[in-house]
């Protein structure tokens, strides 16, 4: 299994970023996927999941400012951020859902990534 982020960047508070995931390994379309994100010295956090068939969950914090998506054909997924706010600093991680307890409970997720950062300054 292999998920590559890119995306990350610094912005202030208010823009967008659109992360984007490159996954392989594995077959994608038969996996729900998630973001999470990990702000240094505290632990990580669930951010959003999509199941294969788009179905997507937002943690909420994130709610009604950000969008996951997918591209099956690509073996992509996106997390669209809007109206970022500082509290949004942090490095973000793609993982692949396990499938054993649910889309939103992070420890069902596994990260092959690097994550890419994002920077929110006020």
């Known amino acids: 299994v292999q998920l590559a982020e890119s995306g990350g960047g610094s912005v202030q508070a208010g823009g967008s970023l659109r992360l984007s995931c490159k996954a392989s390994g594995f077959t994608f379309s038969n996996s729900a996927m998630g973001w999470a994100r990990q702000v240094p010295g505290e632990g990580l956090k669930w951010v959003s999941g999509v199941y294969r068939d788009g179905g997507a969950y937002y943690a909420d914090a994130v709610k009604g400012r950000f969008i996951i998506s997918r591209d099956n054909a690509k073996n992509m997924v996106y997390l669209q951020m809007n109206n970022l706010k500082p509290e949004d600093t942090a490095v973000y991680y793609c993982?692949?859902?396990?499938?054993?307890?649910?889309?939103?409970?992070?420890?069902?997720?596994?990260?092959w990534g690097q994550g890419t950062q994002v920077t929110v300054s006020a």
């Open positions: 993982q692949k859902w396990m499938g054993r307890v649910g889309l939103l409970v992070l420890e069902d997720y596994e990260s």
